[in-house]
């Protein structure tokens, strides 16, 4: 069954914005520690956010600053990744994670293209 399934990526403009949105099983939501990562063609899969169960943030000093906001709805079971002001080099396929006492689940990822 799937577990983390996320949604929301897409074409965008440089500028646009994108909500990126992951449901979760409630059998790994609580508790976890949800994160988004990025992968762009040929790099390293890297962290861009991740919000414990009781809000705590953190973000990748590449996009500090630079208006990603990650947050979670615990009543709904999702993750959100909402990404502004985006730029081409944003491009990448986005995968949604969870860590529930140090079980990793990942999902399918949702591709993001912004285009210059």
């Known amino acids: 069954q799937v577990q983390l399934a996320e949604s929301g990526g897409g074409l965008v403009q440089a500028g646009g914005s994108l909500r990126l949105s992951c449901a979760a099983s409630?059998?790994?939501?609580?508790?976890?520690?949800m994160g988004w990562y990025w992968q762009a063609p040929g790099k390293q899969r890297e962290l861009v956010a991740d919000i414990t169960s009781g809000g705590t943030t953190r973000y990748a000093d590449s996009v500090k600053g630079r208006r990603f906001t990650i947050s979670r709805d615990n009543a709904k079971n999702t993750v959100y990744l909402q990404m502004t002001s985006l730029k081409p080099e944003d491009t990448a396929v986005y995968y949604c994670?969870?860590?529930?006492?140090?079980?990793?689940?990942w999902g399918q990822g949702t591709q993001v293209t912004v285009s210059s």
């Open positions: 409630g059998s790994i939501f609580g508790g976890a520690v």
């Open positions: 994670n969870a860590n529930r006492y140090g079980t990793v689940y």
